[in-house]
């Protein structure tokens, strides 16, 4: 079987290719090095020095200048991992842990948090068995590290608390014991090592991304199939608007459109509007500037995700132990909001297309139903995707413009980075089903066109949401499950591109 050696940067269309292809993972002979002989430099420290290091061997936040005797430094580490557990909110899907394990190996993995190798192996033992520590979405300031959510991943490396192991909720070390596994025996830094850090924003934060960019494209794949129900004009899309506007996602995105819908007859035939709404004419500015600011997270969570984060930082080529701020999220926090903002304008754009479409005008009828009054047809589906949109404008609110003082005033300013990839997380959720939304509307318009094809794109599309089982409705029906097809419909259309194209800039 495949096995990704960790050493060295991984980019994130890597990543996508570990998560969804459950690739196993291992610290190759240079990173297991690496972090061996920053453990021993650390350990050959603190026997020959009384000096005070932060989280080594004192206490932590305001505590930081309690000095802890050698003696008590395992119970130390232990504690501060059992005192931070205290996470609150949704619990994670097993998903965003699995990245989480991974990233956080990959952190430590550089050599400069003064773990033991068996810590690291430990982590990408969970990863690799699906062993998934319940971890809550509620807790972490985003500085300081994600110290809660951590301390739940943490919890079960030493074998209290609970995961999720082949779908069902165990108490850690039950399945540790089933699986040949030795809970952690924390050493000196190393529960500091495991809470401190970014990764449940970057393991949020990229799961968001990971699927955002695959969402991008199928947003153009539903827009296509809406374009031709609405009998739209094509001349929006010419490369030489976009040329005279140079934007890389605007004429990304033309581009996609024009490929979509060439050899259609739905667009490319008959008596026309003059002008498309702004929601069909500027689908490759709205979402070309969605494409960019995808691309500006990439490149932010790419760095973090190949960063060291953790704090003290232990040098042993420079013969230093430093404490500074890595582990806060400003970055991140600030590129989650904007993140948020472009996959919701997706939405907000979509859910206008679905109005236009129930309109009653260009020869569809009104609610996209034969007989409107008996039926009410699509309806009340433009208001649950109003709704949608709605809350979206809700939690794109700034995250990052908000700070609370904690740990008694140590930690005086937090970025909220925490609280900004939940929000964005659940804007892409909404958007995945607004989307759904604008799916089934568009392919009852094209249905209720007659005497011309889609293109063959297009009909791909069709083709897919069909298998799933959604078809023409004839009068009323109970339209939630159909919703629910569509929505897992749009959250596979990417597989219409192959991976190399879905990650090419």
Partial sequence: METHYIDGHVSLAELDHILNNSIPAALSENARQRVQH??????RLLENNSKAYYGINTGFGALCNTVIPAGQLQELQRNLVLSHACGAGNTLPDPIVKGMLFLKALGLSRGYSGVATATVQLLLEFHNRGIYPVVYDTGSLGASGDLAPLAHVSLALIGEGYVSYNGKLRPSAEVLTECGLQPLVLQAKEGLALLNGTQFMTGVGTHILLRARKLWFA?????????????????PFDAIIHTLRPHAGQQKSAALMRSLLEGSELIFSGEKDVQDPYSFRCIPQVHGGSWDAIL???HVFETEINSVTDNPLVVPEEEKVISGGNFHGQTLAITLDHLAIAISEMGSISERRIYRMISGKRNLPPCLIENA??????????YAAAALASKNKQLCTPASADSIESSLGQEDHVSMGANAAVQCLQVLENTERILGMELFAAYQAVKLRSGRASSPRVKAVMARAEAAGIFKIEQDVFMQPLQDKAA??????HTL???????SN
């Fill in 373 to 382: 009054g008996l039926n009410s047809g699509f309806m009340i589906l433009q």
């Fill in 296 to 298: 500006h997270a990439c």
């Fill in 38 to 43: 920053c453990y021993d430099w650390m350990h």
């Fill in 488 to 493: 897992e419909v749009v959250r596979n259309l």
């Fill in 219 to 235: 947003a153009h794949a539903v827009a296509a199939l809406a374009a031709e129900g609405y009998d739209c004009r094509p001349e």
């Fill in 497 to 503: 591109w192959n991976h190399e194209a879905i990650w």
